[in-house]
């Protein structure tokens, strides 16, 4: 058993913390106040390959195809900024699923768009309805075939870069009687006519990041756009989403991890009842919980993302990193500002924002509940 990072990992880790610090974490209070995309950011990410770091290098990209080396990038990112992460992330919501259910002329076709260095492009994953979250079943949105086309219409929630994507996965009914086996994936050019941009969502935390209703009117897609066969996408976005939950657990173990050093040197600096309140053991023995919890995050997500590496199935682990990290990041964010007091309390510290960025952990990519259901159906 080993657990060392290699040097490649070790220097990836070296890179992406370098650019959260001297490009996120200054900037990071700002696009969280007025709720602005990070272009700037992202123009400065696209530069150095920080984008498109996972594409493979056939089409522009780093090459990076472990999933745990992308864990590894990924908590530095988050620890810098999890709106502005989530944000960066933007490209793998389209181009993972064209990785993990195109055809090689869909990847030739679509993947290079991201890899730009001179032109950020952002990605959406159109899965999530009004009525229906993590029951596929329940979705409305329909792919009626037409000739040589496909024409959607329906209206999704919830999505990451929703309104302002230049390429959306869509997942429609195409034979709405059939449940789960009568679900398509189809890749949408952002500029189709039809698509439109419903209501943009204020939210408590990742303000950083766009989020809005896609509404789709008698959009007409090729039927070269499709993702794999008729009626399979369920089985390719549930192969999406395990490999995808690693990752959500990484983000938590991030935001975390800010929080938790933050707090600690807050505790070693703040002196009441003459001496720092380090010393006082409630609050020492909270902080060595604080990490013994970010800790064993970080090996569950791990652990799951080894086992993807290695070919095996890890939607038991990845549902255990998933539900486990996303509470873990709630709380080790709520004893931060505990410990920092009314101070924690009060926007003039970052520990408030790293509070409001964990709720989301435990609840998109499937609720801790819906990870546990995972994980009661597999044991």
């Not at 007025?34 to 493979?56: C, F, R, S, T």
């Not at 720092?276 to 652990?303: C, V, W």
């Amino acid at each position: 058993m080993e657990f060392a990072l290699t040097p490649e990992q070790l220097e990836l880790r070296e890179w992406a913390h370098g650019f959260a610090e001297k490009e996120i974490r200054p900037v990071a209070a700002y696009y969280d106040e007025h709720e602005e995309m990070p272009w700037d950011v992202l123009k400065k990410a696209a530069k150095i390959g920080l984008l498109a770091y996972a594409i493979p290098e056939a089409y522009g990209g780093s090459g990076v195809s472990s999933l745990l080396t992308s864990l590894v990038v990924a908590e530095e990112l988050f620890w810098g900024c999890a709106g502005i992460a989530t944000a960066m992330g933007g490209i793998g919501l389209a181009s993972i699923p064209i990785l993990e259910m195109g055809s090689e002329e869909q990847k030739a076709q679509w993947l290079p768009l991201f890899t730009d260095p001179d032109q950020p492009r952002m990605g959406a994953m159109c899965l999530t309805e009004p009525e229906a979250g993590s029951d596929v079943v329940n979705m409305s949105t329909k792919a009626v075939r037409d000739g040589d086309e496909y024409v959607i219409n329906g209206t999704k929630t919830f999505i990451t870069n929703g309104g302002i994507a230049d390429v959306y996965v869509v997942f429609a009914k195409t034979d709405p009687a059939a449940g789960y086996t009568g679900v398509s994936a189809f890749v949408v050019d952002g500029k189709t006519p039809g698509i439109s941009s419903g209501k943009k969502f204020k939210k408590l935390g990742l303000r950083a990041s766009h989020t809005a209703e896609v509404r789709f009117d008698n959009v007409r897609v090729p039927v070269a756009n499709r993702l794999g066969p008729e009626n399979m996408a369920f089985i390719g976005a549930m192969k999406m989403l395990e490999h995808s939950r690693p990752s959500v657990a990484i983000a938590g173990v991030g935001v975390a991890r800010a929080a938790y050093e933050y707090a600690l040197q807050y505790s070693k600096e703040r002196v009441q009842f003459g001496k720092p309140i380090y010393h006082n053991q409630a609050i020492s023995f909270t902080l060595a919980d604080m990490l013994t919890k970010i800790e064993a995050g970080r090996l569950l997500a791990y652990r799951a993302a080894w086992l993807a590496d290695n070919h095996q199935s890890c939607n038991l682990e990845g549902s255990m990193a998933k539900a486990f990290c996303g509470d873990m990041a709630m709380d080790v964010a709520t004893q931060a500002v505990q410990i920092l007091g009314g101070n924690g309390y009060m926007r003039d510290y970052p520990v408030e924002k790293w509070f409001r960025d964990a709720k989301i952990m435990s609840i998109y990519e499937g609720t801790s509940q819906i990870q546990k259901r995972v994980m009661t159906r597999i044991m």
